[in-house]
């Protein structure tokens, strides 16, 4: 790995572009991953602030879109540490006519402010929408507590339909959320978010229940955040990267590689092992990169070939009739993709009409990213899973 100073644009790949989302917490965790200097860590840290102040407030977002590509784009030169200072620091200030720098954070004001009803309205109604992600993703590690989670479901989308009746008044609406965080149903939802991070600690850092118990929540995020930075470092010394792209219109099933094990020409030979393996490779991956950003997948780029992609997500295999009281099963599968121009190509058995030809391909675009998690200490592939890949291939 490069020194500092010796940092090159195969190393710092997080790039924004426009219609694309803008993570700046995973932005930070890949800056300490590469830089150890606490002076670029602070001068970043700085800028993602004033970042955060433009994007909250309407009417500047070709400003904040501005600002997110020149953030970017000083990571990706391959310039010194001393430059990279230098370039963030010239991003928030400007001279005046007599040389002096004023640098523009010192306008923006952290005092707090009461809401407009308005604004409490959309503020409670992004709430309601992660609520109902954070819900799908619980349920797929904590099956158990599916009845309870999905009556919550119902519960804030009958809120949901509240806050969009203009004949509601606000003090209504406000009344109804202090009730539903009163709830049972509530109250479970919030200690499953609590035990999922402890979860994530056990898995990721090998540290005991015990260990775990005593800590505050505070100490929860700092470990996770310290451990992202560590597998941040893994992912590109194994020569992949976390592709910052919205990939929800990409969570439908595959047509081969899903935990169905439906296409029982490909699948045909595998042991239990191998498709328990498959499982929990896809599901370890989740719960890593997609989850504590509140996604149900993460997506990733090969960087010996560039035209390599793979999407690891957690995808519903069919909606149950509204008048049963089936579960939703969600159903973990990878999907390989590949770049075509402007825009991403799934790989598909219906594009690709010879069978040989369709597994080649398949194992093609994943077999890279196989081989680089079972290099992570923290993805322990099963040989199982390697083996019976690598005969197809």
Same mark, same amino acid.
């Given at each position: $790995?490069?020194?500092?100073?010796?940092?090159?644009?195969?190393?710092?790949?997080?790039?924004?572009?426009?219609? @694309?989302?803008?993570?700046? &917490?995973?932005?930070?965790? @890949?800056?300490?991953?590469?830089?150890?200097?606490?002076?670029?860590?602070?001068?970043?840290?700085k800028?993602?602030? /004033?970042?955060?102040?433009?994007?909250?407030?309407?009417?500047?977002?070709d400003?904040?879109d501005?600002?997110?590509?020149?953030?970017t784009?000083?990571?990706?030169?391959? &310039?010194?540490?001393g @430059?990279? /200072?230098q370039?963030?620091?010239?991003?928030?200030?400007?001279?005046?006519?007599?040389?002096q720098?004023?640098?523009?954070?010192?306008?923006?004001?952290?005092?707090?402010?009461?809401? %407009?009803? =308005?604004?409490?309205? +959309?503020?409670l109604?992004?709430?309601?929408?992660?609520?109902?992600?954070? /819900?799908?993703?619980?349920?797929?590690y904590?099956?158990?507590?599916?009845?309870?989670?999905?009556?919550l479901?119902?519960?804030?989308?009958?809120?949901?339909? =509240?806050?969009?009746?203009?004949? &509601?008044a606000?003090?209504?609406?406000?009344?109804?959320?202090?009730?539903? !965080?009163?709830?049972?149903?509530f109250d479970?939802?919030?200690?499953?978010?609590?035990?999922?991070?402890?979860?994530w600690?056990?898995?990721?850092?090998? $540290?005991?229940?015990?260990?775990?118990?005593?800590?505050?929540?505070?100490?929860?995020? @700092?470990?996770?955040?310290?451990?992202?930075?560590?597998?941040?470092?893994?992912?590109?010394?194994?020569?992949?990267?976390? &592709?910052e792209?919205?990939?929800? +219109?990409?969570?439908?099933?595959?047509?081969?590689?899903?935990?169905?094990?439906?296409?029982?020409?490909f699948?045909?030979?595998? +042991?239990?092992?191998?498709?328990?393996?498959f499982?929990?490779?896809?599901?370890?991956?989740?719960?890593?990169?997609?989850?504590?950003?509140?996604? !149900?997948?993460?997506?990733?780029?090969?960087e010996?070939d560039?035209?390599?992609?793979?999407l690891f997500g957690?995808?519903?295999?069919?909606?149950?009739?509204?008048?049963?009281?089936?579960p939703?099963? $969600?159903?973990?599968?990878?999907?390989?993709?590949?770049?075509k121009?402007?825009y991403l190509?799934?790989?598909?058995? !219906?594009?690709?009409?010879?069978?040989?030809?369709?597994f080649h391909?398949?194992?093609?675009?994943?077999?890279?990213f196989?081989?680089a998690f079972?290099?992570m200490?923290?993805?322990?592939?099963?040989?199982?899973?390697? %083996?019976?890949?690598?005969?197809?291939?």
């Amino acid at each position: $790995m490069a020194t500092e100073g010796e940092q090159g644009d195969s190393f710092f790949q997080t790039v924004y572009e426009e219609g @694309e989302n803008f993570d700046s &917490v995973r932005f930070l965790i @890949e800056v300490e991953a590469q830089f150890k200097s606490e002076e670029v860590i602070s001068q970043v840290r700085k800028r993602l602030d /004033v970042l955060n102040e433009i994007t909250s407030k309407p009417g500047l977002e070709d400003l904040g879109d501005a600002l997110r590509h020149r953030l970017t784009q000083i990571f990706t030169g391959g &310039v010194d540490e001393g @430059e990279v /200072v230098q370039q963030l620091k010239e991003l928030t200030e400007i001279s005046t006519p007599t040389g002096q720098k004023l640098d523009l954070r010192s306008f923006f004001k952290r005092d707090r402010r009461v809401l %407009s009803e =308005q604004e409490y309205r +959309s503020l409670l109604e992004k709430k309601i929408s992660n609520t109902h992600t954070h /819900v799908i993703n619980l349920i797929a590690y904590y099956p158990e507590a599916e009845r309870d989670l999905n009556r919550l479901s119902q519960t804030i989308q009958g809120l949901s339909d =509240q806050i969009g009746a203009p004949e &509601v008044a606000t003090g209504e609406i406000k009344q109804l959320e202090e009730e539903l !965080r009163e709830t049972t149903a509530f109250d479970l939802y919030e200690e499953l978010k609590e035990r999922f991070l402890k979860d994530w600690l056990a898995r990721f850092t090998g $540290m005991n229940s015990g260990e775990i118990e005593g800590l505050t929540p505070g100490d929860i995020q @700092e470990l996770i955040q310290e451990h992202q930075r560590h597998q941040m470092t893994q992912l590109l010394r194994g020569k992949v990267k976390l &592709v910052e792209t919205d990939m929800s +219109s990409h969570l439908g099933l595959h047509d081969t590689l899903e935990g169905n094990f439906r296409d029982q020409e490909f699948w045909k030979g595998a +042991s239990v092992a191998v498709k328990t393996a498959f499982i929990k490779w896809i599901m370890d991956v989740v719960q890593a990169h997609g989850m504590l950003r509140g996604l !149900r997948y993460a997506f990733f780029q090969s960087e010996d070939d560039r035209e390599l992609y793979l999407l690891f997500g957690l995808g519903i295999s069919e909606l149950p009739d509204s008048t049963s009281n089936d579960p939703i099963r $969600m159903v973990p599968y990878i999907k390989p993709f590949t770049r075509k121009g402007t825009y991403l190509l799934e790989i598909r058995k !219906r594009n690709i009409g010879d069978a040989d030809s369709y597994f080649h391909e398949l194992l093609h675009y994943t077999m890279p990213f196989l081989y680089a998690f079972d290099q992570m200490r923290d993805f322990e592939i099963r040989k199982e899973l390697t %083996s019976f890949f690598t005969s197809k291939y």
